[in-house]
């Protein structure tokens, strides 16, 4: 596995072979650093709101379970617009740009540092052949609100190469996030060995 370099990012991502690299709308070249594309905000976000239930359950598959987007609040924000993360408060958001992944790059999301220092986290891991707009899970450590404005760049990727192809798509057809341009709440309810351990 090699990490990708500015040199090597920039000629994938100006390539016209179908296996490169696809990252639109790139707003500026200088989103390419040495070894990190810089990632924007999207407008759609899911804010995790407090319900009377004790819980979210990802194991119960009755009839009466209460879905878990019912925990999550949707809002949406134009560009420049902005958008408050308080203390303690779990979003999940996109990256403005639409992602397409050869199926031999895997890449890692981190937030960037002027945002971890306010207390913003993000980590997020794109499978080989992944196609859609990146999802963010924010997370508020801090102890203050962070006002954050829709277009700004917040996240940063780091682009591997594999030695050999992935399977993401090949071998798992079906899988719980490929494709989606909005964000998307966690679909843990939907993995099969909760249905085998029920």
């Given at each position: ?6 040199d090597?990012?920039l000629e994938s991502?100006?390539?016209?072979d179908?296996e490169?690299?696809?990252?639109e709308?790139l707003l500026d070249?200088?989103q ?8 924007r ?5 899911l804010?995790s709101?407090?319900t ?7 194991a119960?598959?009755?009839?009466q379970?209460?879905g878990?987007?019912?925990?999550f609040q949707?809002?949406r924000?134009e560009i420049?617009e902005?958008f408050?993360?308080?203390p ?8 403005l740009e639409y992602?397409?992944?050869p199926?031999?790059?895997y890449?890692?999301?981190l937030?960037?540092s002027s945002?971890t220092r306010?207390g913003i986290?993000v980590n ?9 707009c990146i999802?963010?899970?924010l ?8 006002e954050l404005?829709v277009g700004s ?16 798509i090949?071998?798992s057809?079906k ?6 341009v ?5 679909k ?6 909760l249905f085998?351990?029920?």
């Amino acid at each position: 596995m090699q990490l990708l370099n500015r040199d090597s990012l920039l000629e994938s991502l100006h390539s016209d072979d179908n296996e490169s690299l696809f990252l639109e709308p790139l707003l500026d070249e200088s989103q390419v650093g040495n070894v990190t594309i810089d990632l924007r905000l999207g407008y759609d976000f899911l804010v995790s709101v407090l319900t009377r239930k004790p819980l979210i359950s990802v194991a119960d598959n009755s009839s009466q379970k209460r879905g878990i987007r019912s925990y999550f609040q949707e809002t949406r924000r134009e560009i420049g617009e902005r958008f408050v993360l308080y203390p303690s408060q779990l979003v999940v958001t996109t990256t403005l740009e639409y992602l397409a992944l050869p199926s031999n790059y895997y890449v890692d999301v981190l937030s960037r540092s002027s945002y971890t220092r306010l207390g913003i986290h993000v980590n997020t891991m794109v499978q080989p052949g992944f196609r859609g707009c990146i999802p963010l899970e924010l997370f508020n450590h801090g102890n203050n609100a962070v006002e954050l404005v829709v277009g700004s760049r917040i996240s940063q990727a780091r682009f591997f190469e594999l030695d050999s192809e992935g399977k993401y798509i090949k071998e798992s057809p079906k899988r719980k996030y490929y494709g989606d341009v909005r964000p998307t709440v966690s679909k843990a309810d939907m993995d099969p060995e909760l249905f085998r351990l029920s």
